[in-house]
Structures are given as structure tokens and as C-alpha cells.
């Protein structure tokens, strides 16, 4: 451990030697690598990677730069990508997308049935800390499996660093972050209670979640949800930025505070690998049989901390300032939204945001994930990005207001309702058009890519029956002008599923194929020779 007074020495030893990285902003490309060579802004990595992403994402805007197919494999189960890596056979092969060409990183050995993964999550290592374990400082793998074990394995390896009975009593289904990459929480199967237990009013326990800590990997608790306390009507629970959330059959969903449920109903701390004697039983903390024993148990309802009502698409809540989209759970709100200020539920001025499209699939809203509290409304032929501003005349209170808007370039008179037959005479179509028929350009993407600050739209154009071809829009994310087009050479059949991924100078697109097998296909840029 380095005491207080020598990190200073070594920080005054580094700035002597390395000088701080300069505040003036170097536009020329060749400068800025030329530094970079020299190490002359070594010494602050935020400042030397933002300066690399911005040269990057000048040259994937050149015109002369194109995203060329480099790699396509398939296979008969889901595929899988997170961060530069794509994983096969339920997560038992893994190749790293960062090479020119895809290469393979580790095969994990061929397990039994019951011992395959089924779910998992990247750990991507901190940077603020040093942690005790050096392999606690790389990217690990946090993989659930179908007997009930979590394993930590290395991101690079598939070495098994750590493993964690969860329990014998409940089967776990899936894991995801609260916080990301501090907090997760794996959730169990719903328990279905037989007629007799239901008669008699016991066994009300709907589900557990498990709930971890990661860099060190350490258990919170394991607490139950029951219908006792929360509700006869609960159906479902997640864990977000430290808020319970639970949803009713009525349509209805409650926040709570996960803090203050640990900290009131909590019964014993846990530590992994640690004797523990709770509710009678006693065992090895993580080990098998024991597992994790339910050390958070609920007596009581917590305080709520916010509750509504909604139709199908549930509630989110993000902006500047804080505001909750949802739409009201009544037949004439079908098909909007409503944006309403957190602080006392009113609603903002042009704050309904209605599509008005005739569409088989539903337009999608959602807070921009760029923190700028701005929101993206999406549907077949239009893309809206809308910030929440205040309203000058009154304190308190907001309007939602148009930042840009993306809009397909298909032939309007394809889409109206009245033609004109060659005599002359007007006939007015017995069938409207739908916004996303497959005749017609739509979107069906809208991502953000972060380190590039482009704002990614996936279009997909008629070619034949049910087959389209797809490209990838890259737009400015702070004025939205059309930056770059990436077309994908696969045709694209919209009656099965897709995903793509734009990570940097990669573009990756994971296809289910009609005998009911997965395909990934992997586009790396690639400069015109001049």
C-alpha cells in the first residue's frame, strides 16, 4: 500500500517527466497522433481515448471509408454480443470482434444439460480502484447456469475464477444489472402455489431475488417477494438504480427503495465462503446444499416511493429534469404517450406525443441514453428527437419540444389513399396502406453509439416479397444531419428477428434464418485504396 505522501511524489515525479495533457483542442489529425507518439498526454487517459474516438469517427465519416462483410458464421442457438465479444452455443464459444477478422478467444469444454448457461452479464474491470486479487482487475463473465451455480470467468481465458451455489430450494432464471457494473440481481422462476396452499393463505412467496455486489464479487442478500406484503395482484419484479419495481395485474406498478428495504429487514450479513447459521439451517455461504439463505425478509410494506397506473408499455423515467413517460391506462390513451414531471405528476405542455401511424408493430419511446435528458419517439417513417425544456412565463413547469426529427425518403404518393385509373376516373383505395409494410422504406432501429456520438438508424427498403435490404444511417446526435449510410449485403426477411450492433468501426448484425438457426455477420471499415 503507497501512504499518502509518496502517491504525491509520484505524482509531481509523473508531471515533471509526462506534462499534463493540453486544454487546447488540436483539430489536425497528424498532430494529435504525432503527441500521442511522443507521450505527451500519457499521463491522462480520458483526455488521450477522446482524442482517438474523435480521429476515429472523422475517419469513418470520410467519404472514402466503407464498412466491408469480413465474417459470417452460424449456429443452431441464440447468439449473443456484448463489447467486442461474441459468444456461440450459449455462451460456450467466444470470439473477439476487435481484430481485423473475428478470432476465436476460448471454447469452453461440452457440459451436461443441466449444467449449461443461461444466462449472463460482462463485467468490464473499474478503473478508479486497485482491488486486492489481480484477476478481480480484468473483465470476467458472470454466467448463470441451469443448476443453479454463478460463475465468474475471465472475459479472455473462460478461466473459472469464482463460483457460487445460489440454492437448492429455488430455480434461477436470469440476471441482470440494477447499477451497471456495481450492482446486480439474479431473479428466480415464479412459484406456483397448488390449490391446497392457496386455500389455506400460506405460501405466498411469488419469487426471490439474489442480489450481488461486483470488484470483489459479494452477496447483498437474497430476499423474497411475497404477495402477503406487496399484494395479491404482483406479478413481477426488477431491480433499477437502486428502486425496487413491482408490477400488478391491474396494470399498476410501485417503486420502492431497495436501500431502505436492506438496511430495515435485513437479518444477518453475508460473506461468501463464510459459516452461516440462519432459519435453522446452518452451511457454507455460497457452497453446496447451503447456497445463499434469505437473510432479507420482508415483514411489512416499505414506503412507496411512486405508483401509476398504466396501459401496456409500463413507465420510464429519465429527462432534465426528472420526468416519467407512460401511457394512462384507459382505451382512448391507446397509442400515446404522456410525459409528466416526477415532482408532482403534471403534465408537460404538448407533453401527449402521439405517432398516428397504422402499423402492425407499435412506435417506441425512450430517454436518449447520451444523459442529455432528451427523448427519442420512433416509428415506421419517423424518428423524433425531443428535449424537455421550461417554460419561461411559469417556474415548475416544462413544454416538450422538437430538437429534430428523421424521416424515411419513400415516395409519398405510394402512401395516398385516392388513385386515378387511366380514363380518368378517381377511385379511392378499399384498404389503407400500413406505415411499416414491407413495400415501403422503415425504420426499424434506433441506437446511440456513445464513444462515437452518432446517433445509428437502421432503414430496411423493399427488394422482393417479405425480403428487404437494410443499411445503417449514421446522424450527427446533436443537430441529426445524415452523416454516413451502411448498407448491409445480406438480404433482409422482416418475418424473423434481428439485431445489430454498431461498436466503433464495427458493425455487427445477428439474423434468426428460416430453419430456425441464428447468423452473424460482421462489417469492419475499410479505407478505398486512392
Same mark, same amino acid.
Given at each position: &500500500?503507497?501512504?499518502?505522501?509518496?502517491?504525491?511524489?509520484?505524482?509531481?515525479?509523473?508531471?515533471?517527466? %509526462?506534462?499534463?495533457?493540453?486544454?487546447? %483542442?488540436?483539430?489536425?489529425?497528424?498532430?494529435?497522433?504525432?503527441?500521442?507518439?511522443?507521450?505527451?498526454?500519457?499521463?491522462?487517459?480520458?483526455?488521450?481515448?477522446?482524442?482517438?474516438?474523435?480521429?476515429?469517427?472523422?475517419?469513418?465519416?470520410?467519404?472514402?471509408?466503407?464498412?466491408?462483410?469480413?465474417?459470417?458464421?452460424?449456429? $443452431?442457438?441464440?447468439?449473443?454480443?456484448?463489447?467486442?465479444?461474441? #459468444?456461440?452455443?450459449?455462451?460456450?464459444?467466444?470470439?473477439?470482434?476487435?481484430?481485423?477478422?473475428? =478470432?476465436?478467444?476460448?471454447?469452453?469444454?461440452?457440459?451436461? $444439460?443441466?449444467?449449461?448457461?443461461?444466462?449472463?452479464?460482462?463485467?468490464?474491470?473499474?478503473?478508479?480502484?486497485?482491488?486486492?486479487?489481480?484477476?478481480?482487475?480484468?473483465?470476467?463473465?458472470?454466467?448463470?447456469?441451469?443448476?443453479?451455480?454463478?460463475?465468474?470467468?475471465?472475459?479472455?481465458?473462460?478461466?473459472?475464477?469464482?463460483?457460487?451455489?445460489?440454492?437448492?430450494?429455488?430455480?434461477?432464471?436470469?440476471?441482470?444489472?440494477?447499477?451497471?457494473?456495481?450492482?446486480?440481481?439474479?431473479?428466480?422462476?415464479?412459484?406456483?402455489?397448488?390449490?391446497?396452499?392457496?386455500?389455506?393463505?400460506?405460501?405466498?412467496?411469488?419469487?426471490?431475488?439474489?442480489?450481488?455486489?461486483?470488484?470483489?464479487?459479494?452477496?447483498?442478500?437474497?430476499?423474497?417477494?411475497?404477495?402477503?406484503?406487496?399484494?395479491?395482484?404482483?406479478?413481477?419484479?426488477?431491480?433499477?438504480?437502486?428502486?425496487?419495481?413491482?408490477?400488478?395485474?391491474? $396494470?399498476?406498478?410501485?417503486?420502492?427503495?431497495?436501500?431502505?428495504?436492506?438496511?430495515?429487514?435485513?437479518?444477518?450479513?453475508?460473506?461468501?465462503? =463464510?459459516?452461516?447459521?440462519?432459519?435453522?439451517?446452518?452451511?457454507?455461504?455460497?457452497?453446496?446444499?447451503?447456497?445463499?439463505?434469505?437473510?432479507?425478509?420482508?415483514?411489512?410494506?416499505?414506503?412507496?416511493?411512486?405508483?401509476?397506473?398504466?396501459?401496456?408499455?409500463?413507465?420510464?423515467?429519465?429527462?432534465?429534469?426528472?420526468?416519467?413517460?407512460?401511457?394512462?391506462?384507459?382505451?382512448?390513451?391507446?397509442?400515446?404517450?404522456?410525459?409528466?414531471?416526477?415532482?408532482?405528476?403534471?403534465?408537460?405542455?404538448?407533453?401527449?406525443?402521439?405517432?398516428?401511424?397504422?402499423?402492425?408493430?407499435?412506435?417506441?419511446?425512450?430517454?436518449?441514453?447520451?444523459?442529455?435528458?432528451?427523448?427519442?419517439?420512433?416509428?415506421?417513417?419517423?424518428?423524433?428527437?425531443?428535449?424537455?425544456?421550461?417554460?419561461?412565463?411559469?417556474?415548475?413547469?416544462?413544454?416538450?419540444?422538437?430538437?429534430?426529427?428523421?424521416?424515411?425518403?419513400?415516395?409519398?404518393?405510394?402512401?395516398?389513399?385516392?388513385?386515378?385509373?387511366?380514363?380518368?376516373?378517381?377511385?379511392?383505395?378499399?384498404?389503407?396502406?400500413?406505415?411499416?409494410?414491407?413495400?415501403?422504406?422503415?425504420?426499424? &432501429?434506433?441506437?446511440?453509439?456513445?464513444?462515437?456520438?452518432?446517433?445509428?438508424?437502421?432503414?430496411?427498403?423493399?427488394?422482393?416479397?417479405?425480403?428487404? =435490404?437494410?443499411?445503417?444511417?449514421?446522424?450527427?446526435?446533436?443537430?441529426?444531419?445524415?452523416?454516413?449510410?451502411?448498407?448491409?449485403?445480406?438480404?433482409?426477411?422482416?418475418? #424473423?428477428?434481428?439485431?445489430?450492433?454498431?461498436?466503433?468501426?464495427?458493425?455487427?448484425?445477428?439474423?434468426?434464418?428460416?430453419?430456425?438457426?441464428?447468423?452473424?455477420?460482421? #462489417?469492419? &471499415?475499410?479505407?478505398?485504396?486512392?
Amino acid at each position: &500500500m503507497v501512504s499518502t505522501s509518496s502517491s504525491m511524489c509520484l505524482d509531481q515525479w509523473s508531471s515533471a517527466v %509526462r506534462p499534463l495533457a493540453t486544454k487546447r %483542442r488540436v483539430k489536425n489529425a497528424c498532430t494529435v497522433l504525432g503527441c500521442r507518439t511522443r507521450g505527451s498526454t500519457s499521463n491522462d487517459f480520458g483526455k488521450l481515448l477522446g482524442g482517438n474516438l474523435r480521429i476515429l469517427r472523422n475517419i469513418i465519416l470520410q467519404e472514402e471509408t466503407e464498412f466491408t462483410k469480413v465474417w459470417t458464421k452460424s449456429s $443452431k442457438s441464440l447468439i449473443s454480443y456484448d463489447s467486442g465479444r461474441i #459468444y456461440f452455443e450459449n455462451y460456450r464459444n467466444c470470439y473477439s470482434s476487435l481484430a481485423p477478422a473475428p =478470432q476465436l478467444l476460448y471454447e469452453l469444454p461440452k457440459r451436461a $444439460k443441466a449444467e449449461k448457461i443461461e444466462d449472463a452479464l460482462l463485467c468490464q474491470c473499474p478503473l478508479d480502484k486497485v482491488l486486492q486479487q489481480a484477476s478481480d482487475q480484468k473483465p470476467s463473465l458472470l454466467a448463470l447456469t441451469a443448476n443453479n451455480w454463478l460463475y465468474r470467468l475471465s472475459a479472455d481465458t473462460g478461466e473459472i475464477l469464482q463460483r457460487v451455489y445460489l440454492s437448492s430450494h429455488f430455480k434461477f432464471r436470469s440476471l441482470d444489472w440494477d447499477v451497471s457494473q456495481e450492482t446486480f440481481f439474479i431473479k428466480s422462476i415464479q412459484r406456483k402455489q397448488t390449490p391446497l396452499a392457496r386455500q389455506a393463505g400460506v405460501d405466498n412467496v411469488l419469487m426471490h431475488l439474489a442480489i450481488f455486489t461486483v470488484f470483489p464479487l459479494h452477496v447483498v442478500g437474497l430476499l423474497e417477494i411475497s404477495k402477503k406484503v406487496f399484494g395479491k395482484s404482483v406479478v413481477d419484479v426488477l431491480l433499477s438504480q437502486g428502486v425496487l419495481a413491482v408490477s400488478h395485474s391491474s $396494470k399498476c406498478v410501485k417503486l420502492y427503495s431497495l436501500e431502505y428495504i436492506v438496511k430495515k429487514f435485513s437479518t444477518k450479513e453475508l460473506v461468501l465462503g =463464510q459459516q452461516c447459521d440462519l432459519n435453522g439451517s446452518r452451511g457454507i455461504v455460497g457452497d453446496a446444499p447451503y447456497g445463499i439463505p434469505v437473510n432479507i425478509q420482508i415483514k411489512e410494506c416499505p414506503p412507496v416511493l411512486f405508483e401509476m397506473s398504466y396501459f401496456d408499455n409500463g413507465i420510464q423515467i429519465g429527462g432534465h429534469p426528472w420526468h416519467y413517460i407512460y401511457t394512462p391506462n384507459h382505451k382512448k390513451h391507446k397509442g400515446t404517450y404522456h410525459i409528466c414531471s416526477i415532482r408532482d405528476g403534471t403534465l408537460a405542455k404538448n407533453g401527449i406525443q402521439d405517432m398516428k401511424c397504422d402499423s402492425l408493430e407499435a412506435d417506441w419511446i425512450f430517454f436518449h441514453p447520451d444523459d442529455s435528458g432528451r427523448i427519442i419517439h420512433a416509428g415506421p417513417s419517423t424518428i423524433n428527437v425531443l428535449k424537455i425544456i421550461e417554460e419561461k412565463e411559469f417556474d415548475w413547469h416544462y413544454e416538450v419540444v422538437r430538437d429534430f426529427s428523421i424521416i424515411t425518403s419513400r415516395d409519398r404518393n405510394t402512401s395516398s389513399q385516392v388513385m386515378v385509373t387511366s380514363s380518368g376516373r378517381t377511385v379511392k383505395r378499399r384498404f389503407q396502406q400500413l406505415d411499416d409494410d414491407p413495400e415501403q422504406e422503415t425504420f426499424k &432501429m434506433a441506437k446511440y453509439e456513445d464513444e462515437l456520438d452518432l446517433l445509428a438508424i437502421l432503414d430496411v427498403s423493399p427488394t422482393t416479397e417479405d425480403v428487404g =435490404q437494410a443499411s445503417v444511417r449514421l446522424y450527427d446526435n446533436k443537430n441529426g444531419s445524415l452523416m454516413k449510410r451502411i448498407t448491409l449485403k445480406e438480404p433482409w426477411d422482416v418475418t #424473423y428477428s434481428h439485431e445489430v450492433y454498431i461498436d466503433r468501426d464495427t458493425v455487427i448484425h445477428i439474423e434468426q434464418e428460416r430453419n430456425n438457426s441464428f447468423c452473424c455477420h460482421v #462489417y469492419k &471499415m475499410n479505407r478505398k485504396a486512392s
